[in-house]
């Protein structure tokens, strides 16, 4: 079965993880542009990071036969700092329009400040105009309120829920981001948000409509391979594979092929890659042999 | 006609779409600030189709008539109308090419990096493509270094040098440089020798098109640590290896190569590094074919 891990920060992972997760068949990934752990302080930390996530990281993925996109945007935490964040509204439509560009995101709320409402609007309007689909980050904390809120809002400025992607859900949320027609993603977390168990539960309950997840795997605690060992958790549980496949790619594909920027058949005959013409170069793979995939074999959970 | 205008004319010829070809036009014309350059830089990813342009032989021939370093064949539609974009922009400096750079995706900066040389004062950006060449994306190092004659018109010997180390240590298809031969130098010759060297100590092989940049520098020293290899070599090697001992004047070469009871079939240094370059291509598909199917 082929994957696709439409949340992941891949500038956080090593060349293990990509091995693993190729190995696993993930042939496609999102990387939303994102807070790095700390607070950014000067603008051109952003632009250098954006610079990576529509370049460097791409190739680097590119080296283990897997297509890698990603999403712009100022992340919630990193709106409070509020003259920083102007300088950082500058740059992004400079971004916005690169090449493997998806959405804009992830925006919203994280402490449902003055300032992070700014900038969620700011930005819902920037993706209305470059006709980009949304990725909402729901908070942490005081979730629901945070994820009835951001609805609200994108509502208030005449965005389609078809093009929204609301990502984090729990058992709580499911119900009204589904009923109001946002794509609905979930977040395989090890300890904290959804668990592979309760997400089956979520879909036997729920069923694949509209429901995707992801790994959100970042600089923290978590496992760049939970949407593989998901989808076999489902399989062994008796979910039909059409669900699964719902579920772990055709979803998170329909919805952000809506930026005309994702196309299957940008992996469907392999990635283009050039990592045995690198071995004895200035690649990732630092004269190491290029390792061959093969989609036989899912890393247990 | 300028290259400029002859390529704006192809590139408004090509575009189907109404509002797009307006769009592109009324661009090339208006743009006076730094941001709308690029925005309008950036857009060409949403507006322009990527194929390859639909030229007749006459056409073609046309423009290698009159621009003979520029093969239109190797550019897309977005690719040119990019060029245009650098081509028209009247502002364009130094500082503002910079930025363009540094939010610039790969897609981007293949396209920008290919176009430099045609600017007016191309050689005021040499350190923007010295620069460049620091980058471990090989599709960018690639529109830098091969089929461009940027580096060698304007880079110092020491950046031609780097260059062209990093393209044999990256294993680049070495011939495909323009104007190689011209820019060779001992500087060179020793510096490759030296990678030779390690990549033996390593148990590894070296590209046979090492040599192209060797011959002409060999030192009798030099051609007796040479000489131990070529045995060992396989025949792409060997023929590389002869090649660079015939247009050897070295005493020692001579007397060796009179020695040896060889016949030397007459080969360009072009062929050695084509041939080496596509059998190895043909090798790593095979490769990729056969892990495929396991």
Known sequence: ?301 | MRLSELIKEYCLNELQDEKTKSWLDQKLHSIKTDQDFFISFALINKKIPRDHLQLSPAKIQTIHLKYPEFNIENWTLDQLCRFSLLMYYSLLSVKSLTKLISVADTREQISIFKSITYLENASHFTPIVVNGIRTNIVDIFDAIALKNPFAASYFSQDEWNQMILKAVFMERPIYQIKNIDQRKNEKLAHILFDYARERWAASRRVTPELWRMISGYITEKLFVEMIKKIAEGNAPDQKAMLKLIQESNLDAAQQWLSSQSIEIEPISWNQIGSDFWHNNQALQNTQKLNSKET
């Not at chain 1, 058992?171 to 109001?180: A, D, G, W």
């Not at chain 1, 989808?231 to 719902?246: C, F, N, P, W």
């Not at chain 1, 092929?257 to 170069?281: C, P, T």
């Open chain 1, 1 to 301: 079965m082929k994957f696709i891990d439409p949340h992941i920060h891949m500038t956080s992972r090593t060349t293990n993880d990509y091995e693993a997760m190729s190995k696993a068949g993930i042939v496609a990934i999102i990387e939303p542009a994102f807070w790095l752990g700390q607070p950014r302080t000067e603008v051109g930390s952003f632009k250098d990071y954006f610079s990576s996530i529509v370049g460097w990281e791409a190739f680097r993925a590119s080296q283990f036969g897997i297509k890698h996109y990603c999403t712009i945007g100022l992340n919630s935490k990193e709106a409070n700092n509020e003259s920083l964040a102007e300088e950082v509204m500058e740059l992004l439509p400079l971004f916005a329009l690169k090449d493997n560009v998806v959405a804009i995101g992830e925006i919203g709320y994280d402490d449902q400040t003055a300032a992070e409402d700014k900038y969620f609007r700011a930005q819902i309007e920037l993706a209305k105009e470059l006709e980009l689909p949304i990725l909402v980050h729901t908070p942490h904390r005081d979730k629901k309120k945070g994820t009835l809120r951001s609805m609200d809002v994108l509502e208030e400025h005449g965005i389609d829920p078809s093009t929204v992607i609301i990502d984090h859900n729990n058992e709580e949320t499911v119900e009204s981001v589904l009923e109001r027609g946002y794509w609905t993603a979930f977040t395989i977390y090890p300890n904290t948000k959804m668990g592979s168990e309760r997400m089956v539960a979520v879909v036997e309950k729920y069923g694949s409509n509209k429901i995707f997840i992801d790994s959100s795997a970042d600089w923290g605690v978590s496992d760049p391979l939970s949407v593989p060992k998901t989808a076999k958790l489902m399989l062994d549980r008796g979910i039909t594979s059409e669900i699964v496949q719902a579920v772990c790619y055709q979803n998170a594909l329909e919805a952000y092929a809506q930026s005309g920027n994702m196309k299957e058949r940008d992996w469907s005959h392999g990635v283009r890659f050039d990592q045995s013409v690198l071995y004895g170069g200035n690649s990732v793979l630092r004269g190491q042999n290029p390792k061959k995939s093969t989609n036989s074999d899912i890393v247990d959970n």
